[in-house]
């Protein structure tokens, strides 16, 4: 029914009208999610009105989305409130029901709504891409959410356990609202673009420091504005939401090698990258982007022609790497000695609870460093790990940590399955002189971003989550839409 009303709306537009209704209700759109999901907007009086007020104004802007067809504001709904105004979950920043014991944020109930509409959509129509997703990943997806209820359940509602549980279900939330909204557009185009022409607006910041060092301003623009909190460059870009890493990362990866990306969009990924190594040189965001083009050359050049540039090249950072941080960064703090003494004390307690994993109830840390064989471990190693650090800047472990390997590993299967999935048919294609340069860089930022979220925090928060899972849908977009076409070509 309402899609049949969608229909008849949308056939009234005229055609030549739809372009210019598409960026209006995409600026409609954009500002009415920031506005849902940023108490910006309503605690600091720059529009006074109440959390739930925005709820209708977010549903009529995405309905009229829906009728038009509109792809800009149809993709927005999947990726911008992963940058506009939704913070970490123990920010004031985000809008929520409720008080800080049991905050329900409007975004993640917008998100899981649609996500039950995909569901309804994809028992109703098998043959749509709700219902092809619910065929592939169902049964994981539904094992995660039994776990996540389960656990949910036997931890107590709290904002706690909703922040750790929303390492669970955000991943299908994403992915089924996708398939909703891909049943009427391309998404395994739409979301690369979409990020690619999303970097420019990320340079904005990163040029003016750059000038800035250029002109010896350096310790003015990076230590005394930063002081004051006017700018922050911590990694790329600080001063967005963390998921702009995410951004780079992938379309970094995902459009430098390829020949057909004007080299007007290769620039702001290139000052970024720059900005990066001239103030922070985040050492997990140059691992992903070489493993993501190194992983792609390798599976079109063979593994050993692959590979063997990869190993010279680790090499040569690994002599290089702490000359380069002494000259030009700012110095990690020990992040690394940190991150390994963290993994292991993580790897140690999962070896504890193996299948089911730990309660959603406490945060990572705070459940591991207090026992005592931690304890003693942070003595002989002289390294104190703070516990508001929350995570050990491993979002597997993580998943292995609160889900075990019954639901954080059908959480990690789910994302494997996806790029093996994907790199086997481009493989497969390629022996046949069959090549979808698109897939090729969705491969490769993709793998980017996976690698990525193996050193910091990404789907523990709605920030880079979001960006991930998007990032994710073009991956199981174009492994289907490949596997088909092999299918064809097979003989009879």
Partial sequence: MAQALAATAGAAVPPAARPALDRLVSALLVLALAAATSRLFIDEGVINAPAWAWVPLVAAAGWVAWTLGAPIALTAWIMVPGFFGATPWNSPVRASFGGPDLPLFVFDLSLVATAAWAVASGLRRPDGAAGRLLRDCGALFALVAVMLVVKVLQGGASAETLRNAALFFYGPAVALTAMLVAQRLPLEQLIPLAYLRLMPLLTLVPALVLVAIALGLRDWVLVDLGRQDLIRPVGVLDWMPPGSLVLVGYCAAAFLPDRRTPWTWKLPLLLLLAYDASTYLNRALWIGIGAGITLHWALLRGWWRG??????????ASLSLETLRDRIGEGHNQSSEWRLLAWTLTGLSILDQPLLGHDYG?????QVLVLPESVQSMQEAELRIDPQARSPHNSYLSLLFFGGLVQGGAVIGIIGWSLVRLARAITALARRGRRHPMADAVLRGAVAIVVYSGFNVV????????AFWAALVPVWLWGTRLRAELKALAPA
């Fill in 362 to 366: 406490e945060s990572l840390l705070g």
């Fill in 307 to 316: 590979l063997l540039p990869l190993l010279l090249a680790l090499a040569l």
């Fill in 459 to 466: 789907l523990e928060t709605p920030i880079e989550g979001i």
